[in-house]
């Protein structure tokens, strides 16, 4: 089983290496689109670069209604539970 895994976790990583400019395109092009309400007030250099470096749950779901995916392929509770999966690997 963990063969497997690793044998998955490599194949991810060549696949996201081989697309790499594909998706910094598509990041750079839905990054800061959401209208956020709760807009930062004399904002310092983290909370900047933290804006820059995430999407927002609505840009997410922009993204994936432009691309003719949500909700057909991915519900909202799908989406929703993939993007809490994302945020509690990365704190870790």
């Known amino acids: ?5 690793e044998r998955d976790r490599e194949s991810v990583f060549e696949f996201m290496k081989k697309y790499q400019k594909l998706w910094r395109n598509i990041f750079s092009k839905y990054q800061n689109t959401g209208h956020k309400t709760n807009a930062l007030r004399n904002p310092n250099f983290d909370q900047i670069q933290n ?6 749950f609505a840009e997410i779901t922009k ?4 691309h003719a995916t949500y909700p057909r392929l991915i519900n909202k509770d799908e989406l929703s539970q993939m993007v809490r999966i994302v ?4 704190e870790e």
């Open 87 to 90: 945020n509690q690997k990365s």
């Open 63 to 66: 993204l994936l209604k432009d």
């Open 51 to 56: 804006k820059v470096a995430e999407l927002s």
């Open 1 to 5: 089983m963990a063969d497997e895994e």
